[in-house]
Structures are given as structure tokens and as C-alpha cells.
């Protein structure tokens, strides 16, 4: 979350945003445009049969669904309106998205913000379970415990999330609040040699 008040001799670094060099896959050009797309993403770590309950859950919904595997694909069915891939361009699929499904981790979840997109996260340890709780307090996001997860409970949240502009709202307030920062990383390493160097 943004840090206020910063001494003068502080800076804030603000989120290190990343996406793997891979070149979309051939469907990514040709995505239905009637629907909204769900970005779901659970990354390496956390159960490798999360995403094919993300997936199920999905299936009957009017979504469309775009999914990086993370190289862990052991899915047994992928639904027809699901669009699956190894790895997608992150920032790219969370800026077409309406909805970010990931494990709540920081880099997926400040893409997901970067481009005022709300989360719902599936956190398997505690780095994602404390990100996710600060952006459903912020209203930005909703948290889903993995123990429990269900189908039923992932439709809801998504459904929930789609119909809730106050959800988009804060994710916008928060891409704001960032705002520069989300940017100043490089200028500010940048900065931070030159005093060093």
C-alpha cells in the first residue's frame, strides 16, 4: 500500500513490475469481446489442482477465462470458455481483464492494480494471505481461503466482484495512489547508484 509522509531522505520504490518475455499464444488476438475476461493465475507455488477448480467454477459463467499454467499444467478438463497458456504477458492480460484470479502474491496483485483491475486471491502462504487481506481492506479485492475452496465459493466471489463497481472503484483509487510510483522504480535505483557509485 502507498507509504505517505515519507521524511525527506526517504523514498518510496513503489511495486517492481514484471511479466515473462513470451509472445502472447495464437488465441489472444481472437478473444470473444461480449463478455468480461478473467485473468486467473496461482503462479508456482500453492496446490497444483487450484486452477482446475478456478476453472470448473467458471465454466457456466458468462466469462471469458484466460489462464497461465505456470508451466504446471495438469489440467484435466479446460471448459470452452477458458483460454489456457504456459505463460502470458502480465500486465497485458491484467489490463484487458475485469477480474484478476491469482494466489494474492505481490507482483500478479500490483499488475492487477497498475492497471486499476480488482483481485481475488487464493493465498497458499503467508506473504499472499497479508497482501490479500490489505486489498480486501482497501476494498480492492476479495481473499479466498484455499482449505476451503470450492467451486461454489469461487463463482460466487467472482460474480460478487463483477457486480460490485465499488470493487473497480478502489482498485482505481489505488492505482492512483500509487500513481507515479508505479513507474519510478528504474529512476529511482537510478538515483540510489548514482549516490553509491
Not at 497458499?124 to 494471505?129: E, G, I, K, V
Request: aromatic share 6%.
Amino acid at each position: 500500500m502507498p507509504t505517505y509522509n515519507l521524511p525527506a531522505n526517504h523514498r518510496y520504490l513503489g511495486p517492481v513490475l514484471w511479466s515473462p518475455d513470451v509472445k502472447p499464444p495464437t488465441w489472444w488476438h481472437s478473444l470473444p469481446t461480449d463478455r468480461p475476461i478473467i485473468y486467473a493465475t496461482l503462479g508456482s507455488s500453492g496446490g497444483k489442482n487450484l486452477l482446475q477448480v478456478v476453472l470448473n467454477a467458471l465454466a457456466d459463467l458468462p466469462v471469458t477465462v484466460i489462464a497461465a499454467t505456470a508451466g504446471r499444467n495438469h489440467l484435466k478438463n479446460v471448459p470452452a470458455n477458458a483460454f489456457v497458456a504456459d505463460y502470458l504477458p502480465g500486465e497485458a492480460a491484467a489490463a484487458r481483464s475485469a477480474v484478476v484470479l491469482c494466489n494474492g502474491g505481490s507482483p500478479t496483485t500490483q499488475q492487477a492494480l497498475a492497471a486499476g483491475v480488482p483481485v481475488i486471491g487464493l493465498p497458499s502462504n503467508m506473504d499472499q494471505h497479508l497482501n490479500m487481506e490489505a486489498l480486501e481492506r482497501a476494498g480492492a479485492g476479495v481473499l479466498l481461503r484455499t482449505e476451503r475452496l470450492n467451486t461454489e465459493g469461487v463463482a460466487a466471489a467472482v460474480k460478487q466482484v463483477l457486480s460490485g463497481a465499488e470493487f473497480r472503484q478502489a482498485a482505481r483509487r489505488l492505482a492512483e495512489a500509487f500513481g507515479p510510483d508505479f513507474a519510478g522504480f528504474p529512476q529511482h535505483i537510478e538515483s540510489a547508484l548514482r549516490l553509491v557509485c
